[in-house]
């Protein structure tokens, strides 16, 4: 018997109604700050979410720096297209949690589609920094780093110094500064982020405030006050450093990690997220190791504090997209996942389960000082050292920066800068308080 003849679009129509209808994926819009290798990670995290599942697809965009995307994300919720998912950098905090009406807490996102979050999985440093006073996560820890001591083995060896005893108080490193000077170093030690590492960061690790009112966390009312003895103590200590050639200040930002790489500079203090760059570029061995500390100061050392960046979800969107960032979410914090994103980047891992796996797999033992980070932010944090959340923080590091060049170059003292930077940064405070008010 001959089969009928059915046209090629009668065959096509017949396939479409033997299939159902096609099933859309939900897009989820994520907007972030990441170059080059970082931005390959970030593209590689997205991709291994897409792939593991069908119903959601992430969408990642590089909307510029820290500084350009908040700005971006602002002028698109106003005008009713913002991302689902906003990459925060962590002096953003506050004026995130501000927001009010503009973002929907993480801690809901994930609860509502069924996912538990336990904040005892996670980095104590790293969830407290992102949770709110009722131990509700605002913000997913994407990118979290802190503040590290590399230093040059190398050039150690050549100034008479054991590569393997990096100096521990900020006493010994004057001490190794001058030998390494004497050996022929130009640049014996250096910082990137100044305040940052000099002075938020060294308040944390000396266990002493920052700022009032558990140095923001106790609500908008804070007050700086690093204008403290101690801080001031270090400061000028620094300030001696830099009259002898002992410490060469390279400019704001990180302008400090490339002649560390390059191997001009002999100590740095910087981002845990260097070692990536370091391993990448460095010609010659290099240390990790904690940041110094005064061993005079009592409860030093304690812990460091939070860089990097976060994850906030925008309000306004649909339920099923909301979903769809929980799902991602949960996926970003399986603990496989975690620790490859620690291990090749030099960010910290979240939890406590990555930290475990990395070690367990044998990459600290293989990569000496990639643990130094993890172990300076997993210590039980105190009110004066979970971190610093202000308002107005951005324009606050800019005070910072512009005081401390003031005293590298002997335009002012230690003391008088500190006044200022304190008295200008409260101005910011008053003014962030006002237009937060309940």
Avoid at 322 to 339: M, P, S
């Amino acid at each position: 018997m001959r089969k009928p003849f059915i046209p090629l679009s009668g065959l096509l129509a017949l396939a479409t109604l033997m299939s159902g209808p096609a099933h859309a994926q939900t897009e989820i819009q994520w907007w972030h700050s990441m170059t080059g290798g970082l931005n390959d990670w970030v593209l590689d995290l997205s991709n291994g979410f897409n792939a593991s599942q069908k119903e959601y697809k992430i969408v990642p965009t590089y909307k510029g720096t820290y500084d350009e995307t908040m700005p971006a994300a602002v002028a698109a919720f106003r005008a009713g297209n913002a991302p689902h998912i906003l990459q925060v950098y962590e002096v953003g905090t506050a004026t995130m949690m501000a927001a009010k009406g503009a973002i929907v807490p993480v801690g809901k996102v994930l609860a509502d589609a069924g996912y538990k979050f336990d904040p005892k999985a996670y980095i104590p440093a790293v969830v407290g920094y992102y949770t709110a006073p009722n131990g509700q996560m605002l913000s997913f820890p994407l990118n979290s780093s802190t503040t590290v001591f590399n230093y040059n083995k190398d050039l150690f060896k050549k100034a008479g110094l054991d590569p393997n005893s990096p100096p521990k108080t900020w006493p010994e490193v004057v001490l190794a500064a001058a030998k390494l000077k004497a050996s022929g170093v130009s640049c014996p030690f250096t910082t990137s982020w100044q305040g940052w590492t000099q002075l938020e960061s060294f308040s944390t690790w000396h266990n002493t405030e920052f700022a009032t009112k558990g140095n923001g966390f106790g609500g908008t009312s804070a007050r700086l006050n690093f204008n403290s003895p101690l801080h001031v103590r270090h400061i000028e200590n620094l300030a001696n450093m830099a009259k002898q050639g002992l410490f060469v200040y390279r400019g704001r930002g990180n302008a400090a990690d490339a002649p560390f790489y390059s191997g001009e500079c002999a100590m740095a203090t910087a981002s845990s997220s260097t070692y990536a760059s370091i391993k990448k570029n460095a010609k010659f061995d290099f240390g990790i190791a904690p940041l110094p500390y005064y061993p005079d100061v009592a409860g030093a050392p304690q812990n460091t504090v939070i860089g990097g960046a976060s994850l906030w979800v925008m309000a306004g969107k649909k339920a099923p997209e909301y979903k769809g960032v929980a799902a991602f979410f949960n996926y970003l914090t399986n603990a496989e996942i975690q620790a490859k994103s620690h291990q090749r980047t030099g960010y910290l891992p979240i939890t406590l389960a990555s930290f475990e796996a990395t070690e367990k797999a044998g990459f600290y033992k293989q990569n000496p000082g990639t643990d130094v980070a993890v172990n300076q932010m997993i210590r039980k944090t105190t009110e004066k050292s979970r971190g610093i959340r202000l308002g107005n923080f951005v324009q606050i590091r800019a005070i910072e920066d512009e005081e401390l060049e003031q005293v590298w170059a002997g335009k002012k003292s230690a003391k008088e800068a500190l006044d200022s930077a304190v008295k200008r940064g409260n101005e910011l405070l008053v003014r962030f308080e006002a237009a937060n008010k309940n």
